[in-house]
């Protein structure tokens, strides 16, 4: 067996199933007309893991969006606590190409280490594009396996502000579509550094997190990280786990997200729209920058 060792797709996938072309009837100004139009892909992968000399054991199937499958196999173990680095990752295959049409939408990641599949059955994974993580564990056992986030950084509010322009201009699929969630990767001063959609949000910040643990950032803790969705709970933990101290977002979080925020050391804003904003846990990591 040959493992792939490099942060990199089975092959990048065509654009046709990251934005499938449809044929539509649309209504506008009071008349029909057909028209061609564009969805956002959406495939099962499998997501297994195997330590050396083992058999793949199964961890979780997601519906995703195709592309940067190492990343998000590799995001998910991370966020969900069952690799603690880059090192722990041998490498990765996927689906022979003489028996699976589509050999990326099952991938293996194969680790340093022995992997327990008792792990996976005691944290009841049930992943879906819709909702994420369910059956999830009790915040107690997030916050034991979240290490410290720092103080720092601090973000002028202006520059929160424009967090949600610089994310849009970079959703390539989502110009065609407009329908897939993305995360983006930002330092203190807005640059945006890296940025992943999904159909999925919680794979979208998945596919994000794997990027970094493969490139040898984590932890990510000079750095903001913005959700085009809602914030859930299961996204504030993700990125606690990743080390992220502030995470944004465009719509409201939950209840549980404020309360996780505010125990894992996450300063959490919500509806950020326009020029405005709310900081819903931990406010002093956004303060304007002294004048003169």
């Given amino acids: 067996m040959t493992l792939n060792r490099r942060p990199v797709d089975a092959e990048p996938p065509s654009i046709e199933r990251q934005a499938t072309r449809v044929r539509v009837t649309a209504f506008r100004a009071g008349t029909f007309e057909a028209r061609d139009d564009r969805l956002s892909g959406e495939e099962p992968l499998a997501i297994r893991a195997a330590g050396p000399g083992e058999e793949p054991a199964d961890v979780a ?3 995703r969006t195709p592309g940067h499958e190492a990343e998000l196999a590799a995001g998910f ?5 069952l690799v603690a680095d ?6 990765f295959t996927y689906a022979d190409p003489a028996t699976s049409s589509r050999p990326d939408d099952e991938i293996t990641v194969h680790l340093a280490r022995a992997f327990d599949p008792s792990t996976v059955a005691t944290r009841h994974f049930v992943a879906t594009a819709s909702c994420g993580i369910c059956g999830k564990a009790s915040l107690d056992e997030v916050e034991v396996r979240c290490d410290p986030i720092p ?3 601090a973000v002028d509010p202006d520059t929160v502000i424009g967090l949600p322009g610089s994310l849009r201009d970079a959703q390539a699929v989502f110009e065609q579509t407009g329908g897939l969630h993305a995360a983006g990767l930002f330092t203190p001063d807005g ?3 890296a940025v992943r959609e999904d159909v999925g949000r919680h794979n979208a ?3 994000l997190v794997g990027s970094q643990l493969l490139a040898g950032a984590l932890p990510l803790h000079d750095r903001i990280v913005l959700v085009s969705g809602r914030a859930s709970f299961e996204l504030v933990q993700k990125a606690a786990v990743a080390g992220v101290p502030i995470l944004a977002a465009v719509s409201a979080p939950s209840d549980l997200a404020v309360e996780a925020a505010d125990r894992l050391g996450v300063t959490l804003v919500g509806f950020l729209r326009g ?3 709310n900081i819903y846990a931990h406010p002093e990591r956004v303060t304007p920058r002294p004048s003169g």
């Fill in 86 to 91: 880059a090192e722990t990752i041998d490498g």
């Fill in 61 to 63: 199937v997601t519906m």
């Fill in 77 to 81: 173990l991370r966020t969900e606590g």
């Fill in 275 to 277: 020029d405005s904003f």
């Fill in 151 to 153: 103080v720092g950084p």
């Fill in 205 to 207: 910040l998945d596919k």
């Fill in 191 to 193: 640059r945006l550094v």
